[in-house]
């Protein structure tokens, strides 16, 4: 089925270890995007990339880097991991054209323990 | 910048009642405006969407939003509750341009009684 995948669906992490959230989607979109779920706070984009090549910040990027491997995957990467980092993660994709009318379409999320 | 606000972050409706989730929206450009729903440990699926065209939209599971720029609000109603509409709902803003970045609210966890 056309859309977006995200691996692995949960993890467990330990204070300090690293890890790397895969995305990947087959609809041929050139923005995609990494946004984090909190209880209360709604979803705050962390990074995201407009066009393969690129990748900018978005409004909580401190603790993450990102890497657009190719038009297909973006992968989003917790270097030390902290409890502030527990999370459901979820990766978007979207057309860039025409002023963002499309949306987005979300992958099913990561759940991310870090304890 | 662009915002939006939820105001309510718990309705609850009893099966077969009105629906209204508010949804008001700070944007200095002309807004695309969305309304999505997310199950239970589930991903985001979009609802309806407003891109300048008709301000009554019309969605997915018999949703409807209006889009009203003098009270610069967008929101969601349904006029008859189904158990199955129990979910959370999120309100989105973009002012689109090549990043595309869409901006959400805090959700509006429908609580649906029988």
């Known amino acids: 089925n056309a859309g977006v995948t995200q691996t692995p669906k949960f993890q467990v992490l330990k204070t300090g270890q690293s890890m790397t959230l895969q995305c990947a989607q087959d609809?041929?979109?050139?923005?995609m995007y990494w946004y984090r779920q909190d209880p209360g706070m709604g979803l705050r984009l962390i990074y995201y990339?407009?066009?393969?090549?690129?990748?900018d910040k978005g409004e909580v990027p401190n603790g993450y880097n990102v890497s657009r491997l190719n038009k297909r995957e973006f992968s989003l990467r917790l270097e030390s991991a902290a409890p502030s980092q527990t999370s459901v993660y979820f990766c978007?994709?979207?057309?860039?054209?025409?002023?963002?009318?499309?949306?987005?379409?979300f992958g099913s999320g990561t759940r991310l323990t870090v304890v | 910048a662009q915002s939006v606000t939820q105001l309510g972050s718990h309705v609850s409706v009893s099966e077969g009642a009105l629906v209204l989730l508010r949804c008001n929206y700070s944007?200095?450009?002309?807004?695309?405006l969305f309304w999505y729903v997310q199950y239970p440990n589930q991903g985001l699926q979009l609802l309806l969407k407003y891109t300048s065209a008709a301000t009554l939209v019309k969605g997915i599971n018999g949703f409807e939003a209006e889009f009203k720029k003098s009270e610069t609000s967008f929101h969601l109603t349904k006029p008859s509750a189904h158990m199955s509409d129990a979910a959370e709902y999120f309100c989105?803003?973009?002012?689109?341009?090549?990043?595309?970045?869409?901006?959400f609210g805090t959700g509006t966890l429908l609580a649906v009684q029988p």
């Open positions: 609809m041929n979109h050139n923005s």
């Open positions: 978007a994709s979207s057309e860039s054209s025409d002023r963002g009318r499309y949306g987005y379409t």
């Open positions: 989105a803003v973009t002012r689109g341009g090549a990043t595309n970045k869409l901006i």
């Open positions: 990339s407009a066009s393969e090549g690129t990748t």
């Open positions: 944007s200095s450009v002309p807004p695309y």
